[in-house]
């Protein structure tokens, strides 16, 4: 495909066939999506319905990883350039050689008023016809195949231009006493028609180019992947092809080498740079237990790896696969381009026989010769056909979506399609989820106090904490296990544990009821907890989580949890806010603690002690005041908000929360919302650009070449100008796609 008006026939094709539920077809990666009543239609059917409207297509293989497709994509586009290349750089040549030869033909026609001699005529003739059923050929068999489906697309243009000026041609050629009994020299346009489709050949190719480098980072990313891996078996170092590495088998990895699998380090450590993956520069150390990815670099030391996920689950393919995904996703800004498509050439063939009729009638009635005014409404016609460019329309939104995606991935965001994309530039609230977002989500115990002359000791109470708390999923609990255990404190069996959301977990141990958690928890099971309530509230002050322990009814001791702040949140959060977005805080914490956090994050607006579905509540609640919400979070208890919100960002953290969200950032930090945000500004902005460039272009170059500007300033433009031009839009629209490349983002 080469333009919007091949997409939406396509498109339009698919659509119709019965049994197909909906289409969408993409014309930067070549690919359409259907869905379809396997009872109606079958996929092979639906290959032929395309193949039948003059486009090659085939089914994906479905045992092919992300890897094996985008390699494929890669011959596949190196192939095709390769070969508009070729035909450009020959077609070129002949249209050079037509012109030295038509030079001296023109001067004869004009000066001596002599037609060509018949065996330059002839000799021009064979070389066009070459020219056009070898470099060209694709043109015809596409607008032929259009035609029988009562389409047009920009193949349609170029093949009635070029094959309206050759027919001409082959008439002057062959009967030239025709042209001269009525007064009018056989000129021929041999020259013409080669320069033409030599130009849009030369187009294609530089179009071809630039779109294969708006999917750089995809080839980047697939080069990440080793195609060896050093695995132990027998107890022996064998050198095998990535693809026969098995589930929990052990690899070794030295240092300068790139990991060739996700899995866990079981012996060894070092650093890791994982630079390629979540933007991070500076190498993250790894330890025995640590999970590493494959495509990263061993930065120091041999380390040995057990391989947990491999193939197309590893995490290199999941991200190959989606920012596939996401290259192949309309941004609902193009649905502008898709209906000016849709009715875009039949309207330029209309322009064009009007132009023809107007030239006509202008210059007959003018007093020159019918044969006059024919050749010069004849030239003016090819002219607006050829210059007419779907293309620029049809490739202003997608070159923009596979380089802002692209950019993303480079970034450390995920953006999962064009409609992600678009809705990121116009966010108006950010809301962040407190721990795992503002904060680390690494909480650690700082406190422990009991109620003086109580009957437990410390160690009592973690014994009797710590047993409760190892049955719950809450990270503040796992926190508090890994301290007590760090004190040498040992567990015991729990009996009836219920986590209660918002309040905190009960257990029986060793025949004890056990309450760990917060005030309202303390209330509805009749505990005062005066004893310890002003401690609460200063450690609140502080940052700090506090949590009361009761024992048969009675409370017994006090302790606080503390989840320090991001060193790069309160930048981040500044930056949001001079952007201009409004930044507001959930979490389950109490307002103390929460308020604490906010006002070292620098966020104004908090909303604490809420449940998950008060975190929907909220988010439903700013929409409903007119704000463009993104929801930020990490954890499963964040996926309703994520959903519910206008865009879900997901913090690293649970697969939950991954898939509920609309961009998945690689990277714990907040400066990857602000990445987001920036991305989606930058690129609506340049699709805007896009468009505008591209309706003015034809707008404006319709007209020129009508010939709008030969009564004022006697102005006409050939065909060949023509064809210069509207190489130039569709290459200018993808240049200027390819500046978010080159982007800078602090």
Same mark, same amino acid.
């Given at each position: ?43 092979? /059917?639906?290959?032929?319905? !395309? ?14 990883? +992300? ?119 056989? @000129? ?5 028609? !080669?320069?033409?489709? +030599? ?73 890791? @740079? ?58 609902? !800004? ?23 009729? /107007? ?87 700082? @406190? ?31 926190? !508090? ?53 002003? @401690?609460?509230?200063?450690? +609140? ?25 991001? +060193? ?179």
């Amino acid at each position: 495909m080469t333009c919007a008006a091949c997409q939406s026939r396509v498109q339009r094709t698919l659509s119709r066939t019965p049994g197909v539920a909906d289409a969408s077809v993409n014309l930067m990666m070549g690919n359409a999506t259907v869905a379809y009543d396997p009872g109606a239609v079958t996929p092979d /059917t639906l290959v032929e319905t !395309i193949r039948a409207t003059g486009y090659g297509a085939e089914l994906p293989a479905t045992q092919r990883t +992300a890897f094996d497709e985008q390699a494929a994509r890669d011959r596949a586009t190196a192939e095709e350039l390769t070969d508009l290349r070729r035909k450009a750089i020959l077609s070129g040549i002949a249209g050079a050689i037509a012109m030295l030869v038509s030079m001296p033909l023109m001067h004869r026609a004009m000066v001596a008023r002599q037609p060509a001699p018949p065996a330059l005529a002839w000799s021009l003739l064979v070389l066009t016809l070459g020219v056009m059923s070898w470099a060209g050929r694709h043109f015809y068999t596409r607008a032929w195949a259009a035609f029988r489906h009562h389409a047009a697309s920009m193949d349609t243009l170029v093949a009635v231009g070029t094959g309206a000026a050759f027919i001409y041609s082959v008439i002057a050629t062959v009967a030239p006493g025709f042209f001269l009994s009525h007064g009018v020299m056989p @000129d021929l346009f041999y020259e013409a028609v !080669i320069i033409i489709i +030599a130009l849009i050949l030369t187009g294609n190719a530089f179009e071809a180019r630039a779109k294969r480098q708006t999917s750089a980072a995809l080839r980047a990313l697939a080069q990440l992947q080793p195609v060896t891996a050093r695995v132990v078996r027998a107890g022996a170092e064998l050198d095998l092809p990535v693809e026969q590495v098995r589930h929990d088998d052990v690899v070794v990895v030295r240092p300068g080498e790139r990991l060739p699998v996700d899995g866990e380090i079981v012996a060894g450590a070092s650093a890791v @740079d994982e630079s390629m993956l979540t933007g991070e520069s500076l190498p993250v150390a790894k330890a025995v237990g640590d999970r590493v990815i494959g495509g990263t670099i061993n930065a120091t030391g041999t380390f040995r790896v057990r391989a947990t996920t491999l193939g197309a689950d590893s995490t290199l393919a999941r991200i190959l696969k989606l920012m596939r995904d996401a290259q192949g996703s309309r941004a609902p !800004i193009q649905a502008l381009a898709d209906r000016v498509s849709g009715i875009f050439v039949p309207m330029v063939i209309t322009i064009s026989l009007l132009t023809f009729v /107007t030239w006509f009638v202008a210059v007959h009635t003018s007093g020159g010769p019918a044969g006059a005014a024919a050749v010069r409404a004849f030239a003016a016609a090819v002219a607006v056909l050829i210059i007419a460019c779907p293309c620029a329309m049809g490739l202003a939104v997608p070159t923009a979506v596979m380089v802002a995606t692209g950019k993303g991935a480079q970034l450390g965001v995920l953006i999962k399609g064009g409609e992600a994309l678009q809705r990121a530039g116009d966010v108006t609230t950010v809301v962040l989820d407190k721990t795992g977002t503002v904060t680390e989500g690494r909480p650690t115990v700082t @406190d422990l106090r009991l109620v003086p002359g109580g009957p437990h000791t410390e160690q009592q109470i973690l014994m009797l904490v710590a047993s409760v708390e190892r049955s719950s999923e809450h990270p503040l609990a796992g926190a !508090i296990v890994q301290y007590a255990l760090g004190r040498g404190v040992t567990t015991l069996p729990v009996e009836h544990f219920e986590a209660i959301t918002g309040r905190g977990a009960v257990g029986t141990v060793n025949g004890r009821v056990v309450l760990v958690g917060n005030e309202a928890l303390l209330r509805e099971h009749d505990v005062d907890a005066a004893a310890l309530r002003a @401690d609460a509230e200063r450690l +609140a002050s502080d940052a700090k989580t506090p949590m009361y322990v009761a024992v048969d009814g009675r409370l017994v001791g006090l302790l606080a949890v503390a989840d320090p702040l991001r +060193a790069s949140s309160p930048a981040a959060i500044e930056r949001l806010r001079r952007l201009g977005l409004e930044v507001v805080m959930l979490t389950g914490d109490n307002e103390r603690t929460a308020q604490a956090v906010a006002r070292a994050a620098g966020i104004e607006r908090v909303v604490a002690g809420v449940f998950p579905e008060g975190k929907v509540a909220e988010v439903a609640r700013l929409q409903s005041e007119g704000r463009v919400v993104a929801m930020v979070g990490d954890g499963t208890n964040d996926a309703p908000a994520l959903q519910r919100a206008d865009l879900g960002i997901s913090m690293p953290g649970t697969d939950i929360a991954a898939e509920a969200s609309d961009v998945a950032l690689m990277r714990a930090d907040l400066v990857g919302v602000l990445h987001t945000i920036e991305l989606s500004r930058r690129t609506m902005r340049t699709m805007k650009q896009n468009l505008f460039w591209a309706f003015v272009y034809n707008v404006v170059g319709i007209p020129v070449a009508a010939g709008a500007l030969y009564p004022a300033f006697g102005v006409l433009l050939s065909p060949i100008l023509a064809s210069a031009a509207m190489a130039f839009s569709s290459v200018s629209v993808v240049a200027n796609s390819l500046r978010l490349r080159r982007a800078r983002f602090t």
